[in-house]
Nanobody
């Protein structure tokens, strides 16, 4: 079992920055990939990006490339999402997720590839 707890959400203005964190506990030594997903009102949950837990390789969806950065601290068992130049379309509930087995890169972008999920944290970008 892995427990995930997100923090750092809030209300910001367009162009602002925000940093989300996800604290992992439990069987963290078995984590293979972690990811951030988000769900906007009335829309399906989508991947924001992911990171290989040990190797550190990252993937980002096109809409956040150059603005968002995922990092992890394998000692603290923490996953972060630095979000810069936020836009109104970044509004949504952000979730962190952990996968415990290897998956090829395309599969890592799918929700059903992840075994554990946090409860989510709300990010609202509005003027």
């Amino acid at each position: 079992q892995v427990q995930l707890v997100e923090s750092g959400g809030g209300l910001v203005k367009p162009g602002d920055s925000l940093r989300l964190s996800c604290a992992a506990s439990g069987r963290t030594t078995d984590i293979y990939t972690m990811a951030w997903f988000r769900q906007a009102p009335g829309k399906e949950r989508e991947v924001v990006g992911n990171i290989r837990w040990l190797a550190g390789n990252t993937y980002y969806v096109d809409s956040v490339k150059g603005r968002f950065a995922i990092s992890r601290d394998t000692v603290k068992n923490q996953l972060d999402l630095q979000m810069n130049s936020l836009k109104s379309e970044d509004t949504g509930v952000y979730y962190c997720a952990a996968a415990m087995t290897y998956m090829p890169p395309p599969t890592r972008r799918r929700q059903d590839a992840y075994d554990y999920w946090g409860q989510g944290t709300q990010v609202t970008v509005s003027s």
